[in-house]
């Protein structure tokens, strides 16, 4: 219906060691076809040993719909210098023959696992990625029940999907069907459970799960004011602004509460925090400024 499956390559077929002489054939000519991610490292670089088998576990995992090429720095300094490299491990993503995405430092499996997967996208696969994007539509326009049924067909069609679980997930929370949507979750397949879009599926589920037992807004607001080191008041009302469609002002009281309190209630805030980082979508401001204060906070 929506495609077909294809045998996955071995895994010296994606994963190459890359250099100046064969940079634009392994690089910028293969991402023509294929999404190309570069990992530029170096021996000597802590950072790199844990990075770069993370990620190759990530793209191995992909089955081909991306390839990584490794960049010695220390051996290619004139690609290094031309992309001007400035710290490592350096990761950039080309597609089309141009770098569309990148990162630098090491990232937990859970970010590298999205990175990849958002990368996937940008070369489609057979239909199935124009399908998605269609019930992706259909739910941001507000039609979630032809949605779900759209994401539940290309999810028979592909059981190994993650994006159409996930879908499937959040189209049934948009209906209200709760109790499917964590049916679908308690039912995944572990692989795909730990997914990006499945996990952005279970944050929405769980922030769902804590919604309907939201506290009365104005008096948790009225006792945050009148005590503002009662810490399980903040963040229950944390919980209960998120609850009401307020999901800036959720970020901000727990940013708050984690600078007065870091490992309050053992880091709950924290934890908070990355549940509605995770509900968003990567690129939503919300996400990514409360991500960048976040991290100033911890490695102050």
């Given at each position: 219906m929506f495609g077909t499956d294809q045998p996955a390559p071995a895994a010296t077929d994606l994963i190459k060691d890359v250099s100046e002489a064969n940079f634009m054939a392994e690089v910028v000519e293969k991402s023509m076809t294929v999404p190309v991610i570069v990992d530029f490292w170096a021996?000597?670089?802590?950072?790199?040993?844990?990075?770069?088998?993370?990620?190759?576990?990530a793209v191995t995992a992909a089955k081909g719909k991306v390839?990584?090429?490794?960049?010695?720095?220390?051996?290619?300094?004139?690609?290094?210098?031309?992309?001007?490299?400035?710290?490592?491990?350096?990761?950039?993503?080309?597609?089309?023959?141009?770098?569309?995405?990148?990162?630098?430092?090491?990232?937990?499996?859970?970010?590298?696992?999205?990175?990849?997967?958002?990368?996937?996208?940008?070369?489609?696969?057979?239909?199935?990625?124009?399908?998605?994007?269609?019930?992706?539509?259909?739910?941001?326009?507000?039609?979630?029940?032809?949605?779900?049924?759209?994401f539940a067909a290309i999810f028979e069609e592909?059981?190994?999907?993650?994006?159409?679980l996930g879908g499937l997930?959040?189209?049934?929370?948009?209906?209200?069907?709760?109790?499917?949507?964590?049916?679908?979750?308690?039912?995944?397949?572990?692989?795909l459970a730990s997914s990006g879009p499945v996990e952005a599926a279970k944050a929405q589920l769980q922030l769902a799960l804590q919604a309907a037992d939201a506290g009365?807004?104005?008096e948790l607001e009225a006792a945050v004011y009148a005590n503002p080191d009662d810490h399980?008041?903040?963040?229950?009302?944390?919980?209960?602004?998120?609850?009401?469609g307020n999901v800036e002002e959720a970020v901000e009281q727990l940013l708050d509460l984690f600078r007065r309190d870091r490992e309050w209630n053992d880091g709950a805030a924290k934890a908070q925090l990355f549940t509605i980082f995770d509900a968003l979508k990567p690129n939503d401001p919300i996400a990514q400024k409360g991500r960048r204060r976040l991290s100033s906070m911890i490695f102050a």
């Open positions: 021996p000597w670089c802590g950072p790199c040993r844990q990075l770069g088998p993370a990620l190759e576990a390839v990584m090429a490794k960049v010695n720095v220390d051996e290619n300094q004139g690609i290094s210098s031309q992309l001007r490299i400035q710290s490592i491990p350096t990761v950039y993503a080309f597609w089309q023959g141009q770098p569309v995405d990148g990162f630098q430092g090491a990232l937990p499996a859970s970010e590298l696992q999205k990175f990849v997967e958002k990368l996937s996208a940008m070369a489609g696969d057979g239909g199935l990625a124009d399908a998605i994007a269609a019930a992706e539509e259909m739910l941001g326009e507000g039609a979630a029940e032809d949605a779900a049924e759209t592909d059981p190994k999907s993650a994006e159409a997930i959040r189209a049934k929370l948009a209906l209200g069907k709760v109790d499917e949507a964590q049916a679908l979750v308690d039912g995944a397949d572990p692989a009365p807004l104005g399980q008041a903040r963040f229950d009302y944390a919980q209960a602004l998120h609850a009401a």
